[in-house]
């Protein structure tokens, strides 16, 4: 079964009217929630819960660290090229790049979104219109851990020296 099998059934229940949901990454860093923002963004919500749901971030690792401009993770080859064997269109929206943002990275089409996301450590406006912002973390603890994360030394490619992983993914289900 492919993983968009796997996501569409993952998310038939998913009722972004009736629900806010919130995605938890068990990192060896610490545990890192975000709220997804599904007026924003609404298909990228559904691709990350769905993925979540099928497993497909659990045991991955954040492949990419820049300092001072963000974290990404989600792909399952570790080496910022794969992805879940399709693509998402673009929802581009007025939420900022700015520490904390969630969106989902690209190549250099709009619309070759797939897995892999990442997480903003400060402001950057060149990232706006430009990439889906989809969510956002929590608190500030889920703040601190992706901020952690942002500074662990890296190797030739922004690869950490030591690998950083997402040991699970949850999603969780909050009535409005």
Not at 29 to 40: F, H, Q, W
Not at 101 to 113: C, E, G, H, I
């Amino acid at each position: 079964m492919s993983f968009k099998t796997k996501v569409e059934e993952a998310t038939k229940g998913v009722d972004f009217a009736k629900n806010r949901y919130q995605v938890t990454l068990d990192t060896s860093a610490g545990v890192i929630v975000l709220d997804l923002l599904p007026e924003k963004a609404p298909e990228h919500c559904r691709n990350m819960i769905g993925l979540a749901r099928a497993g497909f971030y659990d045991k991955k690792i954040f492949h990419r660290v820049i300092k001072g401009f963000m974290i990404q993770g989600g792909c399952p080859q570790g080496t910022g090229t794969g992805g879940p064997g399709y693509q998402i269109a673009a929802e581009f929206n007025d939420v900022p790049h700015e520490a904390g943002v969630l969106s989902m990275a690209r190549s250099q089409s709009p619309n070759s979104a797939g897995s892999q996301f990442f997480i903003c450590l400060e402001r950057h406006t060149h990232l706006d219109g430009q990439y889906t912002a989809f969510g956002r973390t929590a608190d500030e603890t889920s703040l601190s851990v992706v901020k952690a994360i942002g500074v662990v030394p890296t190797l030739g490619g922004d690869r950490p020296k030591q690998d950083v992983t997402i040991k699970s993914v949850s999603v969780s289900e909050i009535p409005k």
